[in-house]
């Protein structure tokens, strides 16, 4: 994990329903695993976006939306 994606881990675990934590950990080594190999682009964090939203708190959508938005900017 790189020092960005911790930075994201670390704000993105914060921000986890407590029950979804294992599933968000998942989540977050699958997307890293395909930086790494150099498969992640839009399109994948646009088909993945629900799974990301479906185990954060409701009330941090706002700051996860506004996240993800200047991440996928970036690709």
Known sequence: MNPGQKMFYDFFMERVKDDKKEEARKLLEESFARQAEGTFDKAYLER????????????????????????????
């Open 48 to 75: 993945k976006m629900p799974e990301f939203f479906a185990v954060i708190k409701p009330e941090a959508e706002d700051e996860l939306k506004q996240a993800m938005e200047h991440f996928a900017s970036t690709l």
